[in-house]
């Protein structure tokens, strides 16, 4: 038997939706389904205003030019996380400072930015790890208090929510991913929530390469022109077709990946019990949206031995992330504090197989192999 890490859900109807956007005679940007995309995550979420973009990348960095970022501009984010919340910033001439993560779970400690914040400080990235939120109460308040800028990279959290809002629509912008390993996908893909009534203008002008083309369309103004910073972030209509079927089976995917969870928790748990791991801590104000599951060993050494001996067995799981302070790229650059948490869930986080037609047998195996690892050592 072998269980790859991810399998792409691909419902029939995929196709279907992408032939009517080809046939239609706009494939560009800005089409019909980009339209209906945006009207489901304002209507489902209570969004102000979206905007589908290329990418979760693209997304942030959208939000780094809405933020007005500018060299020397100081930017608090977690050293845990992909590259990608950092790259957005960095290419506007930010300086990155770096955050540990809390204790027992893998996203940025509100205590810890408190202590980053200086008079250059500009915005608090925050990353809500495996769709599980930050404790944002906490980091908005500090964000007002310092007057800053909060966006939420909330790749991993479609559909997740924190007290009971939906993560993305709590900063001033929030930034979702439809890359094929998340819940809901398009391939590559992402989607940029503006909170901040004041800039939601200016991010379509930001959107439609720096123009006011789409104020245009709407018939609001007699022509446009060139008006502001700006880049391609819209896809093209295609891809929004092909993230609209999957859009209509919503809550199918959510629903099963739920299940998914919750069944590798419950599996894992008499390990836990024994000491062997650690299952994932949920705070009491998030919620499971079946992003991906993760648990900790209690060192390197284990965390790479296991991973062999799932590989071994025909199971492909893997480790996340690499810090992004002690990276081949940022080392030499950083100047901050140790970050223990972070260097610790990063040697010891094991990710599992995850997909929409994972099979309970599937999940019993694996978990019958991490058994035979920690019981016959």
Not at 180 to 195: A, C, F, P, V
Not at 213 to 229: Q, T
Request: proline fraction near 5%; charged fraction near 20%; hydrophobic fraction near 40%.
């Amino acid at each position: 038997m072998f269980i790859p890490f991810n399998k792409p859900y691909l419902p029939l109807s995929s196709m279907k939706t992408i032939m009517a956007s080809a046939l239609s005679g706009t494939i560009a940007g800005n089409g019909r389904f980009t339209k209906k995309c945006h009207r489901f995550f304002e209507d489902r979420f209570g969004f102000g205003k979206v905007l589908l973009t290329t990418s979760c990348t693209d997304a942030l960095e959208m939000a780094s030019l809405l933020c007005r970022i500018e060299p020397g501009d100081e930017v608090i984010l977690p050293s845990f996380t992909f590259m990608s919340t950092a790259n957005p910033f960095l290419l506007r001439g930010a300086n990155l400072v770096f955050a540990d993560t809390l204790p027992d779970v893998p996203n940025i400690d509100p205590e810890e930015i408190e202590k980053l914040v200086t008079p250059r400080s500009k915005v608090i990235v925050v990353v809500h790890y495996g769709g599980f939120a930050c404790d944002m109460d906490r980091i908005m308040e500090i964000a007002q208090r310092h007057h800053l800028w909060v966006v939420e990279d909330a790749a991993h959290a479609v559909d997740s929510y924190y007290r009971g809002k939906p993560l993305g629509s709590i900063g001033n912008f929030g930034a979702f991913s439809f890359h094929e390993t998340k819940n809901i996908i398009s391939g590559e893909g992402g989607l940029l929530i503006i909170n901040d009534e004041n800039q939601r203008q200016r991010a379509e002008i930001i959107w439609e390469k720096g123009t006011n083309r789409a104020s245009f369309y709407r018939g609001e103004i007699d022509k446009y022109g060139w008006v502001d910073l700006g880049s391609s972030y819209l896809p093209s209509d295609t891809i929004a077709a092909f993230l609209w079927t999957q859009l209509n089976h919503f809550n199918r995917i959510q629903n099963r990946r739920k299940k998914i969870w919750w069944l590798y928790y419950e599996l894992l748990r008499p390990l836990e019990d024994q000491g062997y791991l650690k299952c994932p801590v949920i705070p009491d104000y998030a919620t499971v949206n079946g992003n991906l599951f993760y648990f900790t060993v209690s060192s390197l050494e284990v965390r790479d031995c296991l991973l062999k001996h799932l590989k071994n067995n025909g199971i492909q799981a893997v480790f996340h992330y690499l810090p992004l302070h002690s990276s081949a790229f940022f080392k030499n650059k950083y100047t901050g504090p140790d970050l223990p948490n972070t260097n610790r869930f990063s040697n010891c986080i094991i990710r599992l197989p995850f997909f929409y037609s994972l099979r309970n047998r599937q999940m019993k195996f694996v978990v019958n192999k991490i058994n035979d690892f920690f019981l016959t050592r």
